[in-house]
Structures are given as C-alpha cells and as structure tokens.
C-alpha cells in the first residue's frame, strides 16, 4: 500500500483526535445553542472527520483477493475509534473488569460496524458507474460514517458525569437547567410580545423547573439512557444537513487534489456478464 494511503490514515486519525477533543467540553451542555463557540468545533470536526473517511474509503483499492472486508477498512475505522478510546476512555478505565468498559467496547464495536457497513457500500457505488462521480460514491455511504461518529458521540454523552448524576439527585442537571432557562426565556417573551421584567420571568422560570422535576422525579433512574438516545435521535435528524455540508467540503478536498495531481482518474477494462441461449 503506498504512502498516499498512509498519509489519508493519518490525516483521519489527527481529524478523529481533535474532534473527540472538542466534543468533550461541549457534552457538558450540547443542546445550549446560544453558545456558538462550544457548538462549532464540534461540528467542523464531524464534517472534517467523516469527509476524510469517505475519501479515504473512496480512494482506496481493496487488496486482491478481498472480496468484502479487508485490513485496509479496518485499518482507517481503528483511526476513527482510538482516539476516541484514548479520550473517552483509557482516562477513566482503571480496571479491564470495570463494567463502563464493556459499553464503551460494545459501542465501539456497533459504530466500528456501521463504518465498515460505510465502507461496502462506497467500495460498491464507487464501481456502479461507467462514469465515476464522486457524489453518487458517498451518497449512500456517508451517512453510515456520520451516524457511527453520532453514536459515539451519544455514548460519551450516556457516561458525561453531570447526566449520569441525574439517576441519583432528585432534580435535573444544571446544564438541563441553563436549556430550560433560555427556552423559558423565549416562550415567555413570545407570548408577551416583547421583554418581561426580570421577576416575571424567573418566576415563571422557577414554576417551570418545578413541575418538570416533579413529573420526571419518579423516572430519573432511567433519565441517563433516556437523554443519549434523546441526544442521538436529535444529532440524527439533522444528518441530511451534515451530508451535505460534509459533500461541500469532500467536492473542495477533490477538486484541490486533482488540481495537484494527487488524483487522478484511469480507465479500466470492466467485463459483465450476460444471458446467451
């Protein structure tokens, strides 16, 4: 395998690294999106991220003889999982028989699964056509790559102390709280078409939290899960907007690399097969 493929691996590996980096402080309040600097490395990182997996994946040619799953797919998804791994994790594991381990693996192991579910299918659509084209390689493929980063990004959520905290505290947490305050703040000032004064709105603040608290109370032991399949469901629905964003950015990363002749496109002889009597 040349170094070009090694250089792809790399530059997927320092991606994942600073995006997993810039994740973690955001966890501690990802639905706040009034604060535009927290939110906004995340993202850059996700498109970055998942738009070096497709070219990588786009790039690369299985070696001979793999019909399906080959070491160079697993190669770039262990690019992707260690340093989250290493983040996420090593930090807070002290022994291999710590049970958040296991669901750290077994999370792993399903978004490792639906990058290499990814990864079959650009290697497929990167061959459907006569003629290549790039967005029809990663159509289908890129959202694969986006929805494994989401789950692993709901899962460092499920295990974030301040929502795990809300299993054994009788209220929810403070970045729940600060959620709540904001909206709070824009229905009150909705409804009465304009500002409201300071003790109005806190007081209306204050009833809210309350009766929110007291509906969940008897359920806060399952508020954990509930809040990452939340956080995913929410991530998920706007994945149509990451892959167009990340195609905007993979079209850029193409043109430039053709333009430098780091690409370049061959033609190859295809046989197919056809009915005969």
């Known amino acids: 395998m040349s170094y070009k493929y090694w250089t792809l691996v790399a530059l997927v590996f320092i991606a994942a690294f600073s995006f997993w980096l810039a994740v973690r402080p955001w966890l501690d309040n990802p639905l706040d999106v009034t604060q535009q600097a927290l939110w906004l490395k995340p993202l850059i990182g996700l498109l970055v991220s998942a738009m070096l997996v497709c070219l990588t994946m786009v790039l690369i040619a299985r070696p001979k003889g793999a019909a399906r799953l080959s070491w160079t797919d697993l190669v770039v998804v262990?690019?992707?999982?260690?340093?989250?791994?290493?983040?996420?994790?090593w930090p807070n594991t002290t022994t291999l028989l710590n049970s958040d381990w296991y669901y750290y693996l077994s999370g792993g192991v399903v978004a490792g699964l639906f990058l290499l579910w990814g990864a079959e299918q650009i290697h497929k659509d990167r061959q459907r056509h006569l003629n290549f084209s790039l967005t029809s390689a990663v159509g289908a493929g890129a959202y694969k790559v986006i929805t494994a980063l989401l789950l692993l990004v709901s899962l460092a959520y499920y295990f974030n102390p301040s929502v795990q905290d809300t299993a054994r505290r009788d209220q929810l947490s403070e970045s729940t709280r600060r959620t709540v305050q904001v909206f709070t703040m824009k229905l009150v000032e909705q409804q009465a078409g304009g500002e409201v004064s300071e003790s109005a709105f806190r007081k209306a603040f204050l009833e809210s939290w309350h009766q929110l608290n007291q509906f969940l109370r008897p359920y806060f032991y399952l508020m954990p899960?509930?809040?990452?399949?939340?956080?995913?469901?929410?991530?998920?629905?706007?994945?149509?907007?990451?892959?167009?964003?990340?195609?905007l950015l993979l079209w850029v990363a193409w043109l430039l690399l053709r333009w430098a002749k780091v690409i370049t496109m061959e033609k190859q002889t295809v046989e197919i097969e056809i009915p005969k009597l």
């Open 78 to 89: 262990l690019a992707v999982v260690l340093p989250y791994w290493l983040i996420f994790v």
């Open 225 to 247: 899960p509930l809040l990452a399949i939340g956080l995913f469901l929410v991530l998920r629905g706007f994945a149509f907007l990451f892959f167009y964003l990340m195609l």
